[in-house]
């Protein structure tokens, strides 16, 4: 369609060019004074702004494809550089969610210290923004993780609350509650955004940048060390 407009913007410029050839001949006719070096002269200008005209054109044409395929590679290194990290941070919500579970499952009374080093390690975890170029999935994933960051880290707080104020009570350890059912749905929760994050950040990596999977998932950390 693009050529075609192309083609009918250039029918008034060639209609003009040859209405004037036609009046200038028949004009020539009238008035034997008239060179006809004159009037050819003159067609030859004509055509030769018509091509002017023409490479103007193709020129400008050229320019806006140029511009059009720099703005498409600025997006693709923008957006590599977004699904890059996205992976590293759905290894890293594995990973604590792995160990999170591990740690609620060994039945092992969680106090304040351990309680906080959970919910720094959850804390350090950064989701970053995603750009406007970036598929729904991955905005929607986004946006899931962090929510469900924010509501684990409000039940680990007050997890740390509840140890604190249990501690100086000086109640026993086997009086403490177990962790809610809630809390591992929540983590469970997380961890599936998590690996569906990561997958979908390798696929459309590989569609920006042609990288191997195996590049970005070698190397990936399987667990979240306790202090």
């Not at 249990?166 to 599936?192: M, W």
Request: glycine letters at 8%; aromatic letters at 8%.
């Amino acid at each position: 369609m693009d050529k075609v407009g192309d083609w009918l913007n250039s029918i008034p410029l060639v209609g003009i060019t040859v209405v004037s050839f036609i009046i200038g001949a028949l004009y020539g006719k009238g008035l034997p004074t008239v060179a006809w070096e004159t009037i050819a002269a003159g067609f030859l200008g004509l055509a030769g702004g018509t091509f002017a005209w023409f490479a103007a054109r193709a020129q400008i044409e050229a320019q806006k494809e140029q511009r059009s395929l720099d703005i498409k590679r600025e997006e693709n290194l923008l957006n590599s550089q977004c699904y890059s990290y996205c992976v590293e941070v759905g290894d890293l919500v594995f990973a604590w969610a792995e160990t999170t579970r591990a740690v609620f499952n060994s039945g092992v009374q969680i106090d304040e210290g351990m309680a906080q080093t959970l919910h720094e390690g959850l804390a350090a975890i950064d989701i970053p923004p995603h750009p406007m170029t970036a598929p729904s999935d991955i905005g929607s994933t986004l946006i899931g993780l962090r929510v469900f960051k924010s509501r684990l880290i409000q039940t680990i707080v007050a997890m740390e609350r509840s140890a604190r104020i249990k501690s100086s009570s000086e109640i026993e350890a086997k009086e403490l509650p177990k962790v809610p059912k809630s809390t591992f749905d929540l983590i469970d929760y997380i961890q599936a955004y998590g690996v569906f994050l990561k997958e979908e950040a390798l696929n459309e990596l590989i569609t920006c940048t042609d990288t191997s999977p195996s590049s970005w998932s070698a190397n990936t950390p399987n667990t979240f060390e306790l202090h």
